[in-house]
Structure formats: structure tokens, C-alpha cells
């Protein structure tokens, strides 16, 4: 089980960030679970180098390698600074105008630095004649086809609908509409991966995760972990959300 907390902006003093981070030592230690923290850019070295117990996510990487780009952070200053992970593609930075281009190419620079990357995919709204899965498809496709097959092995899926991220439990996916489209994403899968190498692929879900759903989605629905925002962030919720999982 894979859970990673993204600490989006939420997080903006060093004395807040220290607290989450005691936190997370303390709940990786008592879970089984692979906790990834995804901090803001300017609290990462700090906190990776510090911490070796746990593993760090950059939220994102820039489309650049380097050079006059004032702002811009590369894939490679995330390496150096401690991150083994990155969040490619989420919803808020697609919203932001990253193209599907955008997000391919991100890929290809977090991968080229030995970076996983978290792959985040999603539909905006969902319709009755099942459009949003040509949306998934399409998504995937153009993120994973100018990847190698070794390349297209090492990324980590998250499922993050759009319509169900910033409410509450009760507006949640169901867990039989997460295990149909976890199914449909393996199928998707198994046409870009050769044999049963789709399989093996992990696939997070992530959108309105509380202590009172995460048990219900994680059971039977066939996803390896999670990608929690907010919640991740409160130190009441998101011990109660690790304790439920457990």
C-alpha cells in the first residue's frame, strides 16, 4: 500500500512543516504502508535530508532542463535536493493550462532523473453514456506512448476524479464505481504494457479521502494506495485516516 501526502500549499512555515514530519515518522513507523511526503519546494531539502525514514515527492517539475528560466524548478534540482518521487500531471496544474503535451513531457524529465513519477489522471465530470473513459484513455495514452516499455513499468497511476476533490466523504466515489474504473485503467494498461506487466502497475486513488471512507475504498476495489491532499495536512485527520487504512 502506497500513501502519499500532498501537502499542496497548505504547509507554510518550517515550524508546521516539522510537526507533519515527526508525524509521519511516527505513523510510517506504525503502518506498513510506503509513505510519501510531497512538501512544498522550499521545505524539501530541508525536510528529505533531515529524514531518511521516509521518502519525498516534488509536486511537480518543470517542463524546462535548465538555463534562463527564472522560477523553474527542473527535475534534477528535485533530485538533488531529496525527492525520489514526482506528482506529474495532477488536476490543479492541468488546470493551470498543463497541456497533455505538458504532462508528457514532464514524464520524460522525471523519469531521465530517476524520479517516479505519480501520474495523475481524471474526469472532469462524469456522463451516463460513459464518454469520461475515452477521456481516461486518452489521457493515458498520451502520456505513456513515447515512453519506452521499461519507462512505462516504473510509473505509478493516481485516480483522481475532478468532480469528487475539496468535499467530504459523503461525496466520495462509491467503492463499486472506483473497482470498475480501476478495472477499465488495468485494461487500458494492458494494451500499452507487454504480457501482464499491467498488472504490476500501481494504481492510487485520490479525491475527498477520510478516516471515513478510506477503509471502504481500499477494500475489494483493487487500488494500492492513495494520494491524499488536505487531510494529509491535519495532524488529528490524517492520523485517523493512517489508523483506519490500517
Known sequence: M????NWKAYVEDT?????LLKLAKRLARASEATMVI????PFLSLLAHKERALAFAAQDVSLTTGG???????????????????????????AMG??????????????????????CIGEKERDSDGRYLAHIREQLDSALRHLSQKERKQIIL????????????????RP???????????????????????????????GSVEPENIRLLSEGTGV????????????VMWTKLVKALA
Open 38 to 41: 510531497a512538501p512544498p519546494a
Open 2 to 5: 502506497i500513501l502519499i501526502a
Open 158 to 173: 493516481a485516480y483522481e476524479p475532478i468532480w469528487a476533490i475539496g468535499k467530504n466523504a459523503d461525496a466520495a466515489i
Open 224 to 235: 494500492d494506495g492513495f494520494l491524499v491532499g488536505h487531510a494529509s495536512t491535519d495532524p
Open 15 to 19: 515550524k508546521k512543516a516539522a510537526v
Open 176 to 206: 463499486a464505481d472506483l473497482s470498475e474504473m480501476v478495472l477499465y485503467i488495468r485494461k487500458v494498461l494492458s494494451e500499452l504494457l507487454p504480457g501482464r506487466s499491467g498488472l504490476t502497475v500501481p494504481v492510487l486513488y485520490g
Open 68 to 94: 534562463a528560466t527564472t522560477g523553474e524548478s527542473t527535475a534534477q534540482a528535485y533530485v538533488s535536493a531529496g525527492a525520489t518521487y514526482a506528482i506529474i500531471g495532477h488536476s490543479e496544474r492541468r
Open 98 to 119: 498543463d497541456s497533455m503535451a505538458d504532462v508528457a513531457q514532464k514524464l520524460s524529465h522525471a523519469l531521465a532523473h530517476e524520479l517516479r513519477p505519480v501520474l
